[in-house]
């Protein structure tokens, strides 16, 4: 669905990414995991074309999207939720959504409505309440559904359980498996707290300083010796 080869980038002169190459299988998880300043956020908006390409590629499903601009990509069906995603305080759940979607015609936006409430019941039920007085985990939901009512293939998810209880960050994660089993949706997961995004993900890779330095099995990673030096400190 998505494939980056030797893929070099960042921000003006500071390089970030180096010979990065990726591939987001479609219908499928792939988690990207690694520690802070690795580079993972970067990835994402090098592939939404807002990072400074040096060279290599990136193709969506095909089509060469290398620097193409973030307006363009969006249009061709990925939804990206922002680390630091906002969500308008002010408004109700349903005004969110309704923002989100607003290039949708209304019968449209009625269905991805019906879509997203059928999804995420909790959303239904507070539709009416300001999203300022929603609880960390609920907000998220929302974030994820405001890419959702685009009717996108491919959903860029950056640290969606960061800051969450534990309990939290497991009933998102859930919506992330039913995003990709109901919906058929495909998903790229970046998470700094590992362990449970490779819980759920079907392919797994970790970005260390910038450069790939595993991809495979989920479940491998969690016994790759660099995995365990950054995340269990065992040296
Ligand atoms: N918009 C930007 N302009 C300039 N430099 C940036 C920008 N965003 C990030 N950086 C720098 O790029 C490097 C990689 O950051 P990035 O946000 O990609 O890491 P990350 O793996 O997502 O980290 P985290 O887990 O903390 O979110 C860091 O050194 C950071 O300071
Ligand atoms: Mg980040």
Known sequence: ??????????????????????????????????????????????????????????????????????????????????????VFSNLTVEENLRVAAYTLPEEKLRDRLELVYSMFPVLKEF?????????????????????LVKEPKVMLLDEITTDLAPIMAKKVLEKVVELRDVLKLTIFLVEQYAVRALQIADKAYLLVSGTIRYEGEPQELLKHPEFSKLYLGVT
Do not use: C
């Open 127 to 147: 539709s009416k309440r300001k999203a300022g007085t929603l609880s960390g985990g609920e907000r998220r939901m929302l974030a994820i559904s405001m890419g």
């Open 1 to 86: 669905m998505i494939k980056t080869s030797k893929l070099y980038s960042g921000y003006g002169k500071l390089k970030v990414l180096f010979d990065v190459n990726v591939s987001i299988e479609p219908g499928k998880i792939t988690a990207m995991v690694g520690p802070n300043g690795a580079g993972k956020t970067t990835l994402l908006n090098s592939i939404m074309g807002l990072a400074t390409i040096y060279s290599g590629k990136i193709l969506l499903g095909g089509i060469d999207i290398t620097k193409m601009p973030p307006h363009k990509v969006a249009r061709l069906g990925v939804a990206y939720i922002p680390q630091l995603f906002s």
